[in-house]
DNA sequence: CTGAAAGCGCTTACAG
DNA sequence: CTGAAAGCGCTTACAG
């Protein structure tokens, strides 16, 4: 693709390369249809749109259409802006000729002058395997970007080995006027990342948190029901000991539902209820699963915090002799491919994460808006039984 | 938090209000001891981070750095970026005068001004479900970004649905200047956003691209090594029949594996082998699976090319009544933790997909400090025993 | 080694 | 509805 030309343009509307200049530079001296004539030719030839996007050459402003239409720059930025304020004709007119000229804008001269960036930032403090082995983040993000990329914002996206590093990248983020807001996950029993938001200022939206205030608004869904589903579909095939393989109590969504799944078993009559907490991994759900299958009361049904441990779980009890479900049956909560492609297949506990993560970051663009937290809550989960649930063995 | 005011700064430095203004705004007519102590006083209360963290009040600039030393923005700027130009003296008076004020630069006016964004893209064009259970992007990710934060460098991610929609973000991105440099990933046959990158004029790292030229530089592994380890695995074993169930042929690596798979199973002696195309889901990997284990000549061994389709095969297999490993063998090509999750656990192509992230970003930053591509290869894939191959049932 | 000034490409009061 | 100008916070020649 060589670079277009004035030249090209000046021989394809078939006027003098100085004509062609004058209109492509400004515009003054040159009669209207001429112009129009350069303008469409500049248009076919891809013209404008190489040139502000080759990075060569000079790079076409609000400047280049301000001549080119005989108005100010004021005004062509009130027309490129949908502003109220400038005559209809002349608002079609900017608008046309910014088209043509292929014009587009300069994030970083509007980010300056607007003190808004048209970015936002996701960090996810986890490890890399856990982030790629749960479909959780992935969904959330696709979400995410449906709402934004009709804004056209952008989204700064990185992980980081703890919570600490997480802060100091919003500082950093924020500070340097990357961003205009932020999109938290995993909110932690007393999280401190929810005082150092407030005390930077920096609008965000907190995934599970209850209730918004300050400049942190909150989305989140109740884990009550869908630990009730899963605990009610046990009891109903007449399981009455169960055992909870749980990821780490820190995490407030895991501390909710740990409590849930208690009350829920002494509520719904089930005799023997334990949980296990672990760290997420394949090896600490192999390690519970062994530990809980050992205990007393054994249990009859095993359910896990996360697909990868629920897999592991059914490997362990496999391994040992068990036939799932006749002799074992297991629930995962946070369905996947993966619960769908074991063998058997195992129920689990599915959300709609990808709408939540829509709400997140309608939410977000509310807020850096209005200025005012708010609070949303989502559908909780919902159990989608499988071929890993049966009756309890006799 | 409440916002450090000159007035808290002043009483804990032991002056005026007045004095502390000065000082804080411009620090004329001050003696230096006593700039000093209120400088000292406004670092210990976080008075210049407050100010410029929180967005409110004024932004600390390197005007109010240059009239805090006497120093003009110019020598400032020399002194915070490290340049030659200016004497170690003013050079270290500016640098700790712009710690204590708590200064960061203005990621906007920087770019304005340098025409460097300081920030790189990535566009996943994969279906969120695919995205989110291959393990491989969340690692190249980690890898990339290990690399970017060392320089302060952000990262724009999004997902797409097609790849036509990842080119027109790149159009995006490029034209409105929010990057300096594109990261790609599976390079098809006969790429279009290869010739796109090139008319643009984006410097760019393809992952897979054997050779880079233009603005593109490549960062590739051979696909022929990892598929000989394979085939070399299950001829051992005593493996004659092999089928593989691969991704779509339009990736590259998919379409070279598919080549060196042929080839390779010609020349050591495979006598059947045969590769079946699929969409890379768990429904034509399980169907996959079925054709193959229906052919005249059935395989003793199954190769796949991602971890989800090997996992639905397994399934598949199991579901017929075979043995996993004593009827059937399994390879799953790219590991990740389902592969030793299930049961049983299996055996799989792995590679460094950190590292090669790490290298990606490397290559890139190096092709947008000097505009000379590179091309870089990196260690292929190795194959990792696990319980799902042994010999063929006699 | 240092200063004064122009410029990056927009937005936004302020006048008319 | 429109124009002229200042300003956002830096970098970068250009002089000395």
Redesign the pocket.
């Known amino acids: 693709m060589a670079r277009v030309t004035v030249a090209d343009v000046a021989d394809e509307a078939g006027v003098s390369r100085v004509t062609a200049s004058k209109v492509l530079r400004g515009g003054e001296g040159v009669s209207p249809s001429t112009t129009q004539r350069v303008l469409d030719a500049a248009a076919a030839l891809g013209y404008g749109r190489e040139q502000s996007a080759s990075g060569e050459g000079?790079?076409?402003?609000?400047?280049d259409i301000?001549s080119a239409v005989?108005?100010?720059?004021?005004?062509?930025?009130?027309a490129?802006?949908g502003?109220?304020?400038?005559?209809?004709?002349?608002?079609e007119k900017i608008l046309e000729t910014a088209r043509q000229l292929g014009?587009?804008?300069?994030s970083?001269?509007?980010a300056?002058?607007?003190?808004?960036s048209k970015a936002i930032g996701l960090v996810l403090a986890r490890d890399v395997d856990t982030l790629g082995s749960e479909p959780y983040f992935m969904r959330l993000i696709a979400g995410i970007e449906a709402v934004l990329s009709k804004e056209s914002i952008v989204m700064l996206f990185q992980t980081v080995p703890s919570i600490e590093a997480e802060m100091a990248v919003y500082d950093d983020w924020w500070s340097e006027r990357r961003i205009d807001g932020l999109l938290l996950n995993d909110l932690r029993v007393d999280d401190p990342r929810l005082p150092y938001l407030q005390g930077l200022g920096i609008p965000s939206v907190f995934a599970g948190l209850r209730e918004g205030s300050g400049t942190v608004s909150a989305v989140f869904h109740e884990e009550a029901p869908g630990v009730e589903e899963t605990v009610l579909h046990l009891r109903d095939l007449g399981h009455r000991s169960i055992g909870r393989v749980a990821g780490p109590a820190e995490f407030a969504h895991i501390a909710e539902r740990g409590q849930a799944f208690a009350r829920l078993c002494s509520e719904l009559g089930i005799e023997h209820y334990e949980s296990i907490e672990t760290d997420y991994s394949m090896e600490q759900g192999a390690e519970a699963t062994r530990y809980l299958l050992a205990r007393p009361e054994r249990p009859t049904a095993l359910v896990y915090d996360n697909d990868i441990m629920a897999l592991a779980g059914l490997r362990e009890a496999q391994a040992t002799g068990l036939s799932i479900p006749q002799d074992l049956s297991i629930v995962a909560w946070d369905d996947s491919l993966f619960c769908q492609a074991s063998s058997p297949s195992l129920t689990a506990v599915a959300r709609d994460i990808r709408a939540f993560g829509e709400q997140a970051a309608t939410s977000l663009l509310d807020l850096i808006r209005s200025g005012a937290p708010d609070t949303v809550r989502e559908p909780p989960g919902r159990i989608v039984a499988r071929d890993s649930t049966a009756p309890p063995p006799s």
């Open positions: 000079k790079r076409v402003t609000i400047a301000a005989g108005l100010s720059k004021g005004s062509v930025s009130f490129l802006n502003q109220a304020g400038i005559s209809p004709e002349n608002r014009w587009r804008p300069h970083a001269a509007r300056l002058s607007s003190s808004q």
